[in-house]
């Protein structure tokens, strides 16, 4: 199964069965182990929309919690108090979080003109060894229904989306572009209707 919100549907009907308990502990646990597993394998997975790595961020808004690095089942955990019911509140959320879709709303195409700054710099590492990622061909910026913020992604060449962060404004977004690139205001282009952006 290559897909978390396929393999999470399959927990959700029989917790038992994959966790030994209806716990919310017993969940991560197996969502680590699943994580584990892919990439030791070198499998890859189908892309998730929206991505389940934007669940941890997801839940702490809902939750009014000023940041995300206690992660998803702590703070659940913690609001809800019982590890039977933080599983099933987990199910519930999910649930909202899958209803989201996502909407470009703007987007900048990469020239000869730009190049970086230096004021902010990217890394990847690839077999160990930390190498500054490749200049974006295009950056989107998107909004997801029911949220209230932006994501900006970031488009490579080959055409790999990477997911570079969470604003609660587009000028925020856009600022932090322009101090990465010296992208203009002017050279964003407006798609307000454009769905499945990523």
Request: charge should be negative.
């Given at each position: ?13 029989r917790p ?35 991505p ?12 009014k ?30 649930e ?17 003109n ?17 190498t ?17 913020g ?5 488009i ?5 989306i ?5 604003f ?6 856009m ?21 499945d952006?990523?």
């Amino acid at each position: 199964m290559k897909n978390i919100y396929k393999l999470l549907e399959r927990i959700k009907q029989r917790p038992g069965m994959y966790l030994g308990q209806r716990s919310i502990t017993a969940l991560l646990g197996f969502i680590c182990g699943y994580d584990f597993a892919l990439a030791e394998n070198h499998i890859l997975v189908e892309e998730e929309i929206p991505p389940f790595r934007q669940f941890h961020d997801w839940v702490a808004r809902s939750y009014k919690w000023s940041e995300s690095t206690a992660g998803w089942k702590n703070i659940i955990l913690k609001e809800v108090g019982d590890e039977a019911k933080a599983c099933d509140v987990f199910f519930e959320l999910l649930e909202l979080f899958k209803q989201r879709s996502p909407v470009t709303k703007h987007r900048v195409f990469f020239n000869s003109n730009h190049q970086r700054t230096g004021t902010i710099f990217r890394y990847s590492y690839i077999d160990g060894i930390r190498t500054e990622s490749p200049l974006p061909q295009e950056i989107r910026i998107v909004h997801y229904t029911t949220d209230s913020g932006f994501y900006r992604f970031d488009i490579s060449p080959s055409g790999e989306i990477s997911e570079i962060g969470y604003f609660e404004t587009e000028q925020l977004a856009m600022e932090e572009v322009y101090k990465e690139f010296q992208i203009s205001l002017d050279e964003w282009e407006a798609l307000d209707n454009q769905a499945d952006a990523t």
